[in-house]
Nanobody, 120 residues
Framework: QVQLVESGGGLVQAGGSLRLSCAAS????????MGWFRQTPGKEREFVAT????????NYADSVKGRFTISRDNAKNTVYLEMNSLKPEDTAVYFC?????????????WGQGTQVTVSS
């Protein structure tokens, strides 16, 4: 049974930093591409960043490019999102997701989310 558990969220002032972690179990992480997404009330979930199975290829939303860094440690079955220069508009519930390396581009596995709140 695949489980993704996010942690590291919290309350931070604008300009501050947070590091989110996503601990995966029930799968071999290197068999999956991983992504971070976020959602605020009343809005659809939006893409933040993705990373391929080896960590050699990453992709970011324009709104976070240059401020956020996605990384992974397959030996620890963990994916990270380093968030710097946080802005109030980054406030959201952040979700990690896993997608098999081959097949559909959809993400079948999702965590429960962790709240990030950035105060101005």
């Amino acid at each position: 049974q695949v489980q993704l558990v996010e942690s590291g969220g919290g309350l931070v002032q604008a300009g501050g930093s947070l590091r989110l972690s996503c601990a995966a179990s029930g799968l071999t992480l290197s068999d999956y591409g991983m992504g971070w997404f976020r959602q605020t009330p009343g809005k659809e979930r939006e893409f933040v960043a993705t990373i391929n199975w080896s960590g050699g290829r990453t992709n970011y939303a324009d709104s976070v490019k240059g401020r956020f860094t996605i990384s992974r440690d397959n030996a620890k079955n963990t994916v990270y999102l380093e968030m710097n220069s946080l802005k109030p508009e980054d406030t959201a519930v952040y979700f990690c997701a896993a997608r098999p390396n081959f097949g559909s581009l959809e993400y079948p596995y999702w965590g429960q989310g962790t709240q990030v709140t950035v105060s101005s």
